[in-house]
């Protein structure tokens, strides 16, 4: 549990080139806390709410009045369109947020777990905040995003969306553009419907094509909000209107033998809505499309996406699970680099938690003042973890809508199951290895949809997708992975994560509810493309130093500024998982502008 010394040394192989910020001993940020905590569940909370108490105040304050609840508050118009209980005098004058969060809060209490409802007990006596308020702080997480994506589905479904894509030289090039063993045979280039894949569109195209993007809109597209791109640099389109609500976009495109390009669209249709002000068409979101032209010899799934500095998207949470072959002496090593809503807000209230209590083994994650969990941690059995969020419509929230559509008018929007951070709180006081951290993972009902990466001393490492399994599949919405199934992997040492499922990829069945489209998080979900720049980013950079990678050496990888949300980054972990190290770099904004500071989780 102390600071150390942070080592400088040559962190990469040479291929890699990249260095880590600064060395010299590490000088913690004065936002930043380490907090013991001793005890039974009660008595840790009293603790941490004492010692924390202004800035509990501080973080609920600041980040939940004063930002998240006026962000939510723009969704009401939307959300009410849908949901018109949303429009009763309960959630007006500025109170929609809050009483939208507490009704969840109350919700997922009941499946929290006793001995986590005592120690925010604890917390709230030790803090003066009532206890509604610290079950808020503790669950709006898993709540906000689970609205969030409810809210961002609405609108787009309201904007233009790409139905068809076109290489017209695809049918005639004497290639397999489509990766389905026959060579141009009818509808070669085409994809009609289209859907967003996590590999390329078409391969081995020529090093010149015409390409025709279909965009639909039953309020039509406006010529002059399409935005065409090949890689950060605009391309020149020509537009036609097919029909009212058709819009067909070509373009030349020209690029060298054996590369891979990118091309990003944009569209807006031509309503105009006035709510929220100012007037504004309803946008798609930007999507991607992935090419390789002749000689790159690569099928759909092996090309890796590049990075693409347009200035307009942000990388997402990332993280990367190491051991065996992959690191230097095989030593087991987890990491991550959490993005979500930093707000000017969470960097000033950070903290890392070290809970010894009086029954049970020791354990640490990175967190915030007033809230009894992390997206990070370890225990003294050496048992890790690392939580993205992967936004999906199979969580709680919709899966609540769907109980009461007989009467949408009277329907609201309220998560139910357990969240991510008390899931994992459970992880950290029960399991020993990475596979008993899978089989309680999978025992809980959760709220929203998740990507967490489990691992342990001796090497064992599992990544788990979850959600809230709406529609009853048959998995319990748990989805398992590892290395030997070779998903997001180089090869037996190594898996990364970001914010999208790689196993879980039909993550809801299409359906149509009061009007309102029900798709797949990859139709939608914004971090999608983004998570595929970014895991590619990073598989790049660890297949660079393969075998050689050890803490230093990652803490550089997921500083990197191509990998770093430099508006909401909110912290940096990476745990030595042998010997029960957890550095992290929080307490700043980005979270890897400072050092990494290490703590040591206390021996069993």
């Excluded at 004063?66 to 004058?93: C, H, M, V, W």
């Excluded at 903290?351 to 020791?362: C, T």
């Excluded at 139709?523 to 660890?542: I, P, Q």
């Amino acid at each position: 549990m102390r600071p150390s010394t942070l080592v400088c040394s040559a962190t990469l192989a040479t291929a890699v080139t990249l260095t880590l910020t600064s060395c010299g001993p590490p000088v913690a940020p004065p936002t930043r806390e380490l907090v013991t905590l001793n005890g039974d569940a009660y008595s840790r909370g009293l603790q941490h709410g004492q010692q924390l108490s202004a800035k509990i105040k501080g973080f609920y304050t600041t980040l939940l009045t004063a930002s998240l609840f006026p962000y939510l508050g723009r969704e009401q118009p939307d959300i009410a369109t849908l949901l018109t209980e949303y429009g009763n005098d309960r959630y007006k004058n500025g109170r929609f947020a809050y009483e939208l969060l507490l009704d969840s809060a109350k919700s997922l209490e009941r499946s929290i777990p006793l001995s986590a409802r005592e120690e925010m007990r604890g917390i709230a006596d030790g803090s003066g905040l009532t206890y509604d308020e610290v079950l808020i702080l503790n669950t709006f997480v898993d709540s906000t995003l689970a609205v969030r994506g409810i809210a961002l589905a609405i609108r787009l479904s309201r904007a233009p969306v790409l139905e068809r894509v076109e290489v017209v030289e695809a049918g005639s090039d004497g290639a397999d553009n489509d990766g389905d063993g026959m060579t141009d045979e009818a509808g070669e280039g085409v994809l009609d419907p289209y859907n967003p894949t996590r590999g390329a569109t078409f391969v081995e195209l020529p090093a010149s094509f015409t390409l025709k993007l279909r965009v639909r809109d039953s309020d039509g597209v406006d010529p002059a909000l399409v935005r065409l791109q090949l890689g950060a640099e605009p391309l020149e389109a020509t537009k036609t209107e097919l029909a009212a609500d058709l819009l067909e976009v070509s373009a030349n495109v020209t690029a060298p033998a054996a590369s891979t390009l990118l091309v990003m669209l944009g569209a807006g249709d031509k309503k105009v809505l006035p709510n929220p002000p100012p007037d504004h068409a309803s946008f798609m979101r930007d999507t991607e499309l992935l090419f390789t032209t002749r000689g790159a010899g690569l099928t759909a799934d092996q090309v890796s996406w590049p990075v693409l500095s347009d200035g307009r998207t942000r990388p997402p949470s990332i993280a990367l699970s190491l051991q065996g072959p992959a690191t230097a002496g095989g030593a087991p090593l987890i990491a991550q680099h959490f993005a979500l809503l930093d707000a000017n807000t969470s960097y000033k209230h950070t903290a890392v938690f070290v809970h010894e209590p009086d029954k049970g083994r020791p354990f640490a994650y990175v967190g915030w003042a007033g809230v009894a969990w992390g997206f990070a941690g370890m225990n003294a059995s050496g048992v890790g973890y690392a939580c993205n969020s992967s936004d999906t419509l199979d969580n709680s929230v919709v899966g609540a809508v769907f109980d009461q559509v007989a009467d949408l008018s009277k329907a609201k929007l309220v998560a139910k199951g357990t969240p991510i951070g008390f899931a994992m709180r459970r992880v950290l006081e029960t399991a020993t290895d990475a596979a008993q951290a899978a089989t309680i993972t999978r025992g809980f009902e959760h709220a929203y949809g998740w990507s967490c990466l489990l691992g342990d001393a001796a090497g064992g490492q599992r990544a788990v997708e979850v959600d809230s399994d709406v529609f009853k599949e048959g998995s319990m919405g748990f989805y398992e992975y590892g290395t030997a199934e070779r998903l997001s992997s180089n090869g037996d040492g190594d898996l990364v994560i970001a914010s999208d499922y790689t196993k879980n990829v039909n993550d809801i069945v299409r359906l149509t509810v009061a009007g309102q489209k029900i798709v797949p998080q990859r139709e939608w979900a914004g971090t999608f493309f983004r998570s595929r720049r970014a895991a590619s980013h990073l598989l790049r950079d660890v297949k660079a130093a393969y075998g050689q990678l050890d803490r230093a050496s990652v803490q550089a990888i997921i500083s990197n500024p191509e990998v770093v949300d430099m508006s909401d980054s909110m912290n940096a972990v990476v745990l030595d998982l042998k010997n029960r190290k957890l550095w992290s770099a929080h307490g700043q904004v980005p979270a890897t502008k400072g050092p990494f500071i290490e703590t040591e989780v206390p021996a069993p």
